[in-house]
């Protein structure tokens, strides 16, 4: 009994003085004169210039943690130039695991985060050093190190983040602000929920008299990686949007998307979303996405179906400029299936089927990968009452029907669209053809 006393005594002294070590260290060592050094091995390390101009603070129990203020990491090019800034910062992780050889690392905070990108007219971008880091470095992992376990993260937070992008080539700018972002604890294989918000402007080229589009963001999903990072799946994604600005004016249009799971592989890159649900206004499709890559070709397509209450009131909404047709109640529901395959930017739509005022239209649509596209109609209707669509403003009740010949041409379209009866007036047709043929396109 007394010895067991004299070894628990002993353990407990042990850590005593540990603990007191610990504060010693922490109560008398300034962290902030190592600042130089901690700044000059970032360099030496990356070739990238670190910025602490905020007080450096270390707390060592539960969590051998590190808390930075204001700080910036900076560009090869131009070293006053700061790609990577943020307000505070803190990550710890947990010591005695630690002294185990497991990392645990605390969730991580990350205060006023702000990504400074630009793009110059050669096309390079002053973040593409960070990404480099790791090819430039050379080093090829050891055993030891290919079978260390992936360190346990308990989350991240961004708060009150912000990104610009400049694109000097285009002049366009993207801002975003208000970025939020929580990840749950990760751990290798582990279902990992993420949420986001933000506000995000695009600023059209200075050239353009277009005002600028503003959308507010929030995007919700659970991610689960697989050991060796070659695996991804996505579960309860979901999107929700407002778009606003532009050609959609202060009203906007709403923007949701809905997937229940979306899977990704690397090798080869594949990809699976089998029920995809998207809403645009009062537009609601509905689609089942696979992608497979096979010898450097990557071929995506699925089945798809489209059901708009008002195609007006979509054209509307969207803010396109489309003279309405004579008949008020014209371009109302439309309903649409179809199966689609995008192989080498060459679209294959087929078999399509639609339903529009009462018309059902079948057939297929083809669009080619050269670089002039052609799109190719194939359809045919049942009946059709040309009336309804004639141009209210340019149409006067007198004068006869003529198709605009001259416009059609011009559009990069070719094909033929029929209707085994149509009528414009007092006049009736069977089996009506129209013939299209681009003018730059070969028969």
Avoid: C
């Avoid at 003085?17 to 700044?39: C, G, K, Q, S, W």
């Avoid at 995809?276 to 089942?288: H, K, N, T």
């Avoid at 309405?324 to 689609?340: H, I, K, T």
């Amino acid at each position: 009994m007394r010895a067991r006393r004299w070894v628990v005594a002993i353990v407990v002294g042990s850590f005593a003085l540990v603990a007191i070590a610990v504060a010693t260290l922490t109560l008398l060592v300034d962290p902030n004169v190592f600042r130089d050094e901690i700044e000059a091995a970032v360099r030496a390390r990356t070739g990238l210039p670190l910025r602490i101009e905020g007080e450096l603070d270390i707390a060592w129990f539960p969590w051998l943690a590190v808390r930075t203020g204001a700080a910036g990491i900076g560009s090869r090019q131009d070293a006053g130039e700061q790609v990577v800034k943020w307000e505070s910062a803190r990550v710890g992780a947990r010591l005695v695991p630690l002294l185990q050889g497991r990392l645990v690392i605390d969730r991580i905070r990350v205060d006023g985060l702000h990504l400074d990108l630009r793009r110059d007219a050669t096309g390079h971008g002053n973040w593409e050093d960070l990404l480099q880091l790791d090819a430039q470095s050379g080093s090829v992992p050891d055993a030891d190190s290919a079978s260390r376990a992936t360190p346990e993260i308990a989350g991240l937070e961004i708060r009150d983040g912000a990104v610009d992008f400049v694109d000097a080539r285009s002049g366009r700018r993207v801002q975003v602000r208000e970025w939020n972002l929580d990840a749950g604890e990760w751990r290798s294989a582990v279902e990992l929920p993420i949420r986001s918000s933000f506000s995000v402007v695009l600023h059209q080229a200075p050239e353009s008299d277009a005002a600028p589009l503003r959308a507010e963001v929030q995007i919700d999903l659970h991610v689960t990686v697989s050991d060796d990072f070659s695996a991804f799946e996505l579960r309860d994604t979901t999107l929700d949007a407002r778009i606003e600005g532009g050609r959609f004016g202060d009203k906007g249009i709403p923007i949701e998307m809905r997937a229940a799971k979306l899977s990704f592989t690397r090798e080869p890159l594949s990809f699976s979303a089998p029920d995809v649900a998207l809403r645009i206004a009062d537009a609601r499709v509905q689609s089942s996405v696979e992608g497979l890559e096979r010898d450097g070709t990557l071929r995506v397509g699925g089945p798809v179906t489209v059901e708009v209450p008002s195609l007006r009131a979509l054209i509307a909404a969207l803010g396109l400029e489309v003279s309405p047709p004579r008949d008020p109640q014209a371009l109302g529901a439309l309903e649409a299936s179809a199966n689609w395959a995008l192989e080498n930017d060459a679209l294959v739509i087929e078999p399509l089927r639609m339903k529009l005022d009462g018309t059902t239209i079948a057939g297929r649509i083809t669009r080619s990968a050269a670089e002039s596209a052609v799109w190719t109609v194939d359809l045919r209707g049942d009946e059709i009452d040309l009336g309804r669509y004639v141009d209210v403003e340019e149409k006067k009740d007198d004068e006869p029907f003529e198709l605009p010949v001259d416009a059609i041409r011009a559009l990069p379209l070719r094909g033929s669209l029929a209707f085994d009866r149509a009528r414009y007036g007092d006049t009736q047709m069977k089996n009506l053809r129209l013939h299209l043929e681009h003018e730059g396109s070969v028969p």
